[in-house]
């Protein structure tokens, strides 16, 4: 059974309200909580505990798969291994994400290591929100690295999100790409406090026809410190993508460190990287419909990470 | 009614206050519609913008409905009835159609409500309504989009700034029948225009002319009106824009 500060975690990481429909896995201070399969979908822990395998069956369409974790219990560090084993053809959602509840005067620390096999021509979104609460002066820290292998015709959308109480974040997402294949990155951040968050990409192209889009979105508030690197290497006819768009606040620094190769004559590659404060403009043309300095400027965040 | 006493704008140019707006008086009656002219540089924009907020006076004082709204922020002015639209209309990267008329009205307002606002200026509505506020729109797009959000504002006083800049022809002569409607829907609304337009003249109760930062004549249009066509005070839009010019 969960507690209500863990049920609060699981709303803000997961949008769940309840337990989802589907398959799931929720794990909750170290310990598998809930678990359902389906007919299509499997889970399995690791025999050494370390983690669990999740196997979607071939052409398995419409179906969604949640795996929250929730931390409340100050001090826990744990390191977890989930594999994504995707079925060629398949249609799915998986949703994940990790929530810290910190009250103590200890670390808090959760690094996930999600491995993704997606079959050829599968199709999977994948939505990872992070989400870090409590008082305490113990640190929430989440590092989550994330393995994509892409076959042939495959496609993947990935929605990466942390807006609220991570104090520290070392992202490393790494994808190979065969011919044909397609990953979209969506990555919104926000930062406040001391906080510091590092995001790394490294897509590398691999197949014909392959194409990738790598979007960050992001706001550096107070003292925090942002670095966003991401690398898309072209070794086929492919196109890529990436782009940078930060807001710089208050005392805040960031580093935006687009990079391209292309190891092939038809590698269309393109990076992008703007860091800027809030245009004046924009808090005015908002007061001039009645909102406060604030609520504009919060109304500009929102919509901007929207 | 807006009343505006001995209002004086300076900024600091080099060692000496370069003097934008000299010691105007003025007073604008509720319902009126007004049209401020006059040449380029002659402090229209700044005037539009002191009563707005944006910028504030070195001197003298501006009065809504007799209070006096010197001393009072943007956000307090536009509580108090004052709404302003853009000479160049600002743009937001995720803030969507809907978000912004939302904002404007200051309520939860419907897709319909939000979809009529936006036809008023002669938009699809359908196609813009979840469209964000960005580069990917056209200036002229923009610009209506602007005018919608002081229409969905709804206030006692409505400032535009040169709402003709940057649209095409046809949404020139739509701005002429959304003032009229403005006019129509609600007479109790005072609407401020600069513009040096023949045709937003041509629909003014009165006409202001200001020049060098002084009000060179201000009166009904039938008396200003005839001294002012031929000059760069009163262009003839369609001429213009038929030419390709602006």
């Not at chain 1, 931390?71 to 810290?100: P, R, T, W």
């Not at chain 2, 649209?167 to 401020?192: A, G």
Request: net charge negative.
């Amino acid at each position: 059974m969960m507690d209500e500060i863990q049920k609060r975690i699981l709303m803000e990481v997961a949008d769940l309200h309840e337990v989802p429909e589907g398959a799931y896995n929720i794990r909750a201070n170290g310990v598998s909580a809930a678990r359902n399969v389906t007919a299509n979908i499997d889970i399995i822990s690791k025999e050494d505990g370390s983690g669990i395998d999740i196997y979607i069956k071939p052409g398995t369409v419409n179906e969604s798969v949640h795996i929250p974790v929730v931390l409340s219990q100050s001090g826990l560090k744990e390191m977890v291994y989930n594999d994504f084993h995707i079925g060629a053809n398949c249609d799915v959602v998986i949703v994940a994400g990790c929530g810290i509840h910190n009250c103590g005067d200890q670390d808090s620390e959760h690094d996930g290591i999600h491995r993704f096999f997606v079959g050829e021509n599968a199709k999977v979104k994948y939505v990872e929100k992070h989400y870090g609460s409590g008082e305490g002066t113990g640190k929430r820290i989440l590092n989550p690295v994330t393995e994509v292998t892409m076959e042939a015709g495959s496609s993947m959308e990935m929605e990466m999100v942390q807006i609220k109480g991570v104090d520290n974040t070392n992202r490393v997402t790494t994808a190979d790409l065969a011919a044909g294949a397609s990953l979209v990155v969506r990555e919104r951040l926000m930062t406040h406090g001391d906080q510091e968050a590092i995001s790394s990409y490294f897509v590398n192209l691999n197949g014909a026809g392959a194409s990738t889009d790598v979007v960050s979105r992001s706001v550096a508030r107070d003292m925090s410190y942002q670095k966003f690197d991401s690398r898309i290497t072209g070794n086929a006819p492919c196109t890529g993508h990436t782009e940078c768009d930060a807001i710089i606040m208050d005392q805040a620094k960031i580093l935006a460190i687009p990079q391209l190769e292309a190891n092939d004559i038809d590698a269309a590659l393109i990076h992008e990287a703007a860091i800027g404060k809030i245009a004046g403009e924009q808090i005015i043309k908002l007061m001039t419909l009645g909102l406060t300095e604030a609520e504009a400027e919060e109304q500009i965040i929102n919509g901007f990470l929207k | 009614m807006l009343e505006i006493k001995n209002l004086s704008f300076a900024v600091a140019a080099d060692t000496a206050e370069k003097e934008i707006i000299h010691d105007i008086s003025l007073t604008i009656g509720k319902g009126r519609f007004v049209v401020i002219t006059g040449p380029n540089g002659g402090g229209k924009s700044t005037l539009a913008k002191l009563i707005a907020g944006i910028e504030k006076p070195t001197g003298g004082s501006i009065l809504l409905d007799g209070v006096d709204m010197t001393d009072k922020s943007i956000t307090e002015r536009a509580h108090m009835g004052v709404s302003y639209a853009f000479q160049q209309p600002v743009k937001f990267k995720g803030i969507r159609v809907i978000d912004l008329l939302r904002i404007a009205s200051g309520k939860k307002l419907s897709v319909g409500d939000a979809c009529a606002y936006l036809s008023e200026v002669g938009l699809c509505a359908r196609d813009y309504i979840d469209r964000e506020v960005n580069g990917s729109l056209s200036g002229g797009e923009l610009k209506r989009i602007e005018i919608a959000t002081v229409l969905a504002r709804g206030t006692a006083l409505s400032v535009f700034d040169e709402p003709e800049a940057g649209i095409d022809l046809w949404s020139f002569k739509s701005l002429i029948e959304v003032f009229e409607r403005m006019r129509k829907v609600n007479s109790d609304r005072t609407i401020l225009v600069i513009s040096h337009q023949e045709r937003i003249l041509n629909i003014a109760d009165e006409i202001i002319v200001l020049g060098s930062g002084h009000i060179l004549n201000h009166g009904s249009r039938e008396d200003v009106l005839p001294t002012l066509l031929g000059t760069p005070a009163a262009v003839n839009a369609c001429a213009q824009l038929t030419k390709g010019g602006a």
